[in-house]
């Protein structure tokens, strides 16, 4: 697709049980990154993915939250045994990770349109 | 790590101009980036700075001074739609998970 792709767009779940989030990034971007977005907040930095180097788990809040990505292409996060604080937009960008790749490749985060989750 | 500060909310007028300012503390800083997010909505890119001095774009300027660590987003002939939240974003390579942003400024628009 031409943009930044995320499922559900919402979610509704049970507290304890698991969500599964999906995002499928921009063709050919490398870099893709996970937020949690609180109503009336700023976005909260979760992971990193960068090519095929380590991601960055370092915005993780818990080990309740893990992430993969296959290759370059889709990522999916998951959240284990969710509690009500879990509720939020979780908000997955894509960009070239333009640092150092040429003049005019500013590498902006390009972002899909969330997936709200709401843990009762 | 970094911090990434900027006002909380902010209110102006329909016509007039606006400026929101950013600061910010890093050790490996590769660009300053402006997103706007309507309420609801995803943040969109409006605005890169990587080099010292002002960005023009239409309505939209922006501004960077790395030694002070400081930056601006101006709007000017403001209208009812520029209401939204304005978010600072900070590259920093000394850091793999390099894109880091402030909590915005929520910006209102009267008439």
């Known amino acids: 697709g031409a943009g930044v792709s995320q499922s559900p767009s919402n979610k509704v779940t049970e507290k304890g049980k698991d969500v599964e989030l999906r995002c499928d990034p921009i063709?050919?971007?490398?870099?893709l990154y996970w937020y949690r977005q609180r109503l009336g907040q700023g976005l909260e930095f979760l992971i990193y993915?960068?090519?095929?180097?380590?991601?960055?788990k370092s915005g993780l809040p818990s080990d309740r939250f893990s992430a993969e990505r296959t290759g370059e292409s889709v990522s999916t996060l998951t959240i284990q045994r969710t509690q009500q604080e879990d509720s939020a937009v979780y908000l997955c960008a894509s960009s070239t990770r333009g640092a150092g790749a040429g003049w005019g490749n500013t590498g902006e985060l390009f972002f899909g349109e969330g997936s709200r989750l709401t843990v009762l | 790590g970094q911090n990434i500060d900027q006002p909380t909310e902010m209110t102006a007028t329909e016509g007039a101009i606006v400026q929101i300012n950013c600061t910010y503390q890093t050790s490996g800083f590769n660009g300053l980036f402006w997103y706007q997010q309507h309420a609801g909505e995803a943040p969109t890119f409006l605005s890169y700075n990587v080099l010292d001095g002002l960005e023009e774009k239409g309505r939209f300027s922006s501004f960077l001074s790395r030694s002070k660590g400081y930056s601006y987003l101006l709007l000017k002939e403001l209208q009812m739609k520029d209401s939204a939240s304005y978010l600072c974003?900070?590259?920093?390579?000394?850091?793999?998970?390099?894109?880091?942003f402030g909590a915005g400024t929520r910006l209102t628009v009267k008439p």
């Open positions: 993915f960068q090519g095929n180097s380590a991601p960055d």
């Open positions: 974003a900070v590259r920093d390579l000394s850091s793999l998970g390099d894109m880091r």
């Open positions: 063709s050919g971007h490398t870099a």
